[in-house]
C-alpha cells in the first residue's frame, strides 16, 4: 500500500519530491506523525507532519484522484494540525487554493517576502525544497508569490 502511495504522490507536481520516499512515509506513520485514510486496499488519504529547526511543517497533504473535493483533504488537515504538539510553530508551504483556503481557516498567518525567515529559518522552509539548487535558494524569486510559494504559519 505504502509503495504504491509513494508512486502516486511522487507524480504530484505540487509535493516536494525529496520527503515522499517510501522509508520517509513509513517512518512518519510509525512516529505517528502522519495520518492515512484507507479504503479496502488502497490509501485514499495521507498528511503528515515534518520536524524541522525548533518547528513542524505540515506538509505532503494528498487526496486520492477520485476522491478529492469530497472534503478527505480537510479531514486529513484538521487532524494533522489537532497533532502538533502544543506550544510548537508549525507552517506549510503551498499554491493551492485549497490549501491556502484551510491554513487560513485554521488561523494561520500568510508570510511575505520581508519576513519569510523572521518565525521558520530559512533552512527550515527552503532547506528541503528540490525545485532551486543550494546557492540559488537564497535569492529564490519564488517566495510568497500566488502559484509558487506561499508560506502560512501558526506560533
Ligand atoms: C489539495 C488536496 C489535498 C485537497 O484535497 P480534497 O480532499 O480535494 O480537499 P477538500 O474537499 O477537503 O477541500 C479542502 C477545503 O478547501 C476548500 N476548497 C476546495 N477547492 C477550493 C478552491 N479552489 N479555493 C478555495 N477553497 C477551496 C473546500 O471547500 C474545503 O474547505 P472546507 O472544509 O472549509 O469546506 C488534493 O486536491 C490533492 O491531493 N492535490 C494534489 C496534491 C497537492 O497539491 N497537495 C497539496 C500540497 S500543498
Known amino acids: 500500500m505504502l509503495k504504491e502511495l509513494e508512486r502516486k504522490m ?21 512516529e505517528n506523525r502522519a495520518v492515512c485514510i484507507a479504503k479496502g486496499a488502497e490509501i485514499i488519504a495521507f498528511g503528515a507532519l515534518w520536524p524541522r529547526e525548533n518547528c ?29 504538539p502544543v506550544g510548537s510553530v508549525f507552517f506549510l508551504i503551498t499554491h493551492e487554493p485549497a490549501v491556502v ?33 543550494e546557492n540559488q535558494k537564497i535569492t529564490c524569486p519564488f517566495r510568497a508569490v500566488s502559484l509558487e510559494c506561499r508560506m502560512f504559519l501558526k506560533k
Open 56 to 84: 513542524i511543517e505540515l506538509g505532503s497533504l494528498w487526496v486520492a484522484t477520485n476522491h478529492r473535493n469530497q472534503k478527505l483533504g480537510s479531514q486529513t488537515f484538521n487532524s494533522l494540525v489537532g497533532m502538533v
Open 10 to 30: 511522487q507524480s504530484e507536481k505540487s509535493l516536494l519530491g525529496g520527503q515522499l520516499g517510501f522509508e520517509s512515509l513509513q517512518k512518519a506513520l510509525q
Open 101 to 133: 483556503h484551510l491554513a487560513t481557516k485554521h488561523g494561520m498567518i500568510e508570510a511575505s517576502a520581508g519576513n519569510w525567515t523572521e518565525v521558520v529559518p530559512w533552512s527550515a522552509s527552503c532547506g528541503p525544497c528540490d525545485r532551486l539548487c
